[in-house]
């Protein structure tokens, strides 16, 4: 009679284990949002983490269990765009070429339609801003793009198949990892639009096609198949 609890007690843990990090990314997410919302009403200097804490309605070592300083609060923010854009990434078939799938993954993290991506995008350029007079915020920015890049190059492997050049699949993911960073940064120096004209999803195109234009990784004779390399 045991061991029936027993196996059941085992077969719950995953599911457990899984709700405990889904809170945990969303009280992480509730404490990033108070930062950013504080930020964009007083700034970094003028904002306290016991005021972050309060507006996140969590106690102040709720948040420094999770961070460890004020800026490092937004890094979920920030980094949600590139999270998006690898699961994309990840998605794509073998049948679609390295270069296209880049590209395809990328516009559609800065573009899809919904409240969530636009609130995403001016979440990042309100952070960018406050980050050229922050040099611990803009830290903060280039530790999540540090991230990215090392979680985008396992996806670029795996993409680019058993025969690509270790090296060359690395040179790719940092310039990847690089044509989303500028595109946003530029991005975030105009007021222009999410969508349209000078929108984060058509400067990634242009940055995308000019950093990574040269990697001999995205043409169709080093993959062996003759797959097209770009839309």
Do not use: H
Not at 146 to 160: C, F, G, H, I
């Amino acid at each position: 009679m045991n061991q029936p609890r027993t196996n059941q007690a085992r077969a719950s843990r995953p599911a457990s284990a899984s709700l405990t990090e889904r809170r945990k990314a969303a009280t992480q997410l509730d404490i990033a949002r108070a930062a950013a919302e504080l930020f964009a009403e007083k700034g970094p200097d003028g904002t306290t983490a016991e005021e972050i804490a309060g507006r996140a309605g969590v106690a102040l070592r709720t948040f420094y269990r999770y961070f460890r300083s004020k800026q490092d609060a937004v890094g979920p923010l920030l980094s949600s765009g590139g999270d998006r854009w690898r699961a994309l990434l990840a998605e794509a078939g073998p049948e679609a070429g390295l270069g296209e799938a880049l590209e395809t993954a990328a516009v559609a993290s800065l573009s899809t339609p919904g409240d969530t991506t636009e609130e995403g995008l001016r979440w990042t350029r309100g952070l960018l801003r406050a980050a050229q007079d922050d040099p611990a915020l803009r830290a903060v920015w280039y530790r999540v793009n540090q991230e990215s890049e090392e979680r985008l190059l396992p996806v670029v492997t795996r993409l680019a198949g058993p025969g690509a050049d270790p090296l060359e699949a690395r040179l790719l993911a940092a310039a990847a990892t690089d044509a989303i960073r500028v595109a946003l940064e530029q991005w975030a120096t105009t007021d222009a639009a999410t969508t349209g004209a000078g929108s984060p999803a058509e400067l990634v195109v242009r940055c995308l096609r000019e950093l990574t234009g040269g990697l001999r990784l995205l043409t169709p004779e080093a993959r062996g198949d003759g797959a097209r390399t770009s839309p």
